[in-house]
């Protein structure tokens, strides 16, 4: 687990629900736990810094690092698909992006390709892109990040044939792959969940050890961020195991939030305002859940 993914991780699991900004040393300190170092952590969000995800600020001898719009927007839009645990019904309607980058921008066209799979998008066919979710914020977000207007197309449209809906799935994701991701995902953590779940109950794991494994949990769950594109309930198949491990995922992660989120305080409130928590966020029922 690379340490700025992991400081990612704290951001949309932690940070954001207390004012989004964080001392360094904090940082650092529940960063250790993953066996991250002083060095590793400071290079790390001075990367997130340069790269416009977050901004510093100096306050008397110590530097804090809050989230800019920009991370904001990402955590926001990252947590949303984390903690919907099941499928939203479709309105029957696909969002087509197409593009034609010139070859002297490339590294346009490559960042651009790697914001639309994280986004959900799939390849119907070279430089024709789908979902069948509403991305058009996204999208669009997209065209003036890169200022690439004069290049990219963007359609709402049905598909009216001569094939069912299934077919453009099909030639534009591999869900068989991703299912066997997700029976990968149910089998350790089902695993791990009933043992957790039981040392918790007798007293047998730490706060430490609870927040260890909740970040790590979503850690682990959120890279399906960048492999399932989130499709609607009519366009999976019947033995689609997303809805399986999303509900394991739920379980654990209520199992592990209080002692998980006591150990983030402790750590938390040396250096950095309790008060500015959210009040109306409460660690069972999280902000993003739709169940």
């Not at 809906?165 to 099909?170: A, D, G, K």
């Not at 918790?200 to 769950?221: S, W």
């Not at 006591?262 to 902000?287: A, C, I, M, W």
Request: charged share 30%; net charge negative.
């Amino acid at each position: 687990m690379n340490t700025r993914s992991m400081i990612f991780t704290l951001y949309g699991d932690y940070i954001s629900h207390y004012g989004s900004k964080i001392w360094v040393g904090s940082l650092i300190r529940l960063l250790s736990e993953f066996g991250h170092n002083d060095q590793s952590v400071r290079a790390a969000i001075s990367r997130m810094n340069k790269q416009g995800w977050v901004q510093s600020e100096k306050i008397g001898n110590k530097s804090y690092y809050s989230l800019t719009d920009r991370g904001q927007r990402r955590i926001d839009e990252a947590g949303k698909r984390i903690f919907k645990l099941m499928p939203e019904k479709w309105d029957g309607l696909w969002r087509i992006f197409m593009y034609n980058i010139p070859e002297e921008i490339r590294n346009v066209r490559d960042e651009l390709r790697k914001e639309l799979v994280w986004s959900g998008f799939g390849t119907l066919s070279n430089s024709c892109w789908i979902s069948a979710n509403d991305l058009e914020k996204q999208v669009f977000d997209l065209i003036e990040k890169y200022e690439i207007g004069d290049y990219v197309d963007f359609f709402i449209s049905q598909y009216t044939g001569p094939h069912e809906n299934i077919r453009l799935v099909e030639k534009s994701w591999n869900l068989e792959e991703i299912n066997a991701k997700y029976q990968d995902f149910i089998s350790e953590y089902s695993q791990k969940y009933i043992i957790d779940k039981n040392k918790i109950q007798k007293g047998n794991k730490t706060d430490a050890e609870c927040f260890v494994e909740r970040t790590k949990l979503v850690h682990e769950y959120r890279k399906f961020l960048f492999v399932d594109p989130g499709l609607p309930e009519e366009l999976l198949p019947e033995k689609w195991l997303g809805n399986h491990a999303a509900s394991l995922f739920s379980d654990y992660y209520k199992e592990l939030a209080e002692p998980a989120s006591r150990f983030f305080e402790s750590v938390f409130q040396e250096g950095n305002e309790l008060k500015n928590k959210d009040q109306e966020y409460n660690v069972l029922t999280h902000p993003y859940i739709v169940e």
